[in-house]
C-alpha cells in the first residue's frame, strides 16, 4: 500500500498537471479571444466595404437606368422624325410624278403645235406661189376657196382642244409629335450614400 507522502506527491503532481493544463487553456482562450477579435475586426472592414460595394452599385445601378430611359426617349424622336422624312419623300415622289405628267402634256403640246407649224408653212410657201405667178384669177380663187373654209367654220366649228387637267395637289405631310405607350416609367431614384443618411 501506497504511503501517504506518496500520494500527496500524486495529488501534487496531478494537481500541477492541473494547473498546468489550466494556464495552457487561458492562454489559449486569450489567444483565442485576441484570434476572434482579429476576425470581428476584419469581418466588419469587409463589411463596411461590402456596404460601400451595394451604395455604389446602388447609385451606378440609377445612373444606368437614367440614361437608358433618356436613351430610350431619344430614339423615339429619331423615329418620329425618320418617320416625318418618310412622309416628306413620299411628297417629293409625288411631285416627281406630277411633273412628269406636266411634262409628257407639254411634249404633246409642242408636238401638236409642230403641226400646226408645218401647215403654216405650207400656206405661207401657197401663198407666196399665188404672188409670184401674179395672176389675179388663182388669187381670187384662193380668196373664194378662203371665205368658203370661213363660213363652213362658221356653221360647223372644230372641236375645241380640250384643256388638259392639272394633276393633283400632293399631300404635304405635317409632323405631329406621336404620344408614346409605355413612358410613365421613371427611372429608380438615386440613393443616398450612407454617410448622409440619419
Known sequence: ???IKDVADQINSRLNLIATNTANIAKNTSENLVVSQDIRKELNQTNGQLLQIDNKLDVGFASLSQGLFAMLQVQHASLELLDYNRQQNDTIICELVNNNKILCNIMRKLSHQLQMSEKGLESVV???????RI?????????RHHELNKKIEQCCPPKPIPEEECPEVCETPIYRERKLEGQDWK???KPQRPDQVR
Open 1 to 3: 500500500m501506497p504511503s
Open 126 to 132: 401657197r401663198i407666196e406661189g399665188i404672188t409670184e
Open 135 to 143: 395672176h389675179s384669177s388663182e388669187a381670187v380663187d384662193y380668196d
Open 187 to 189: 427611372p429608380l431614384p
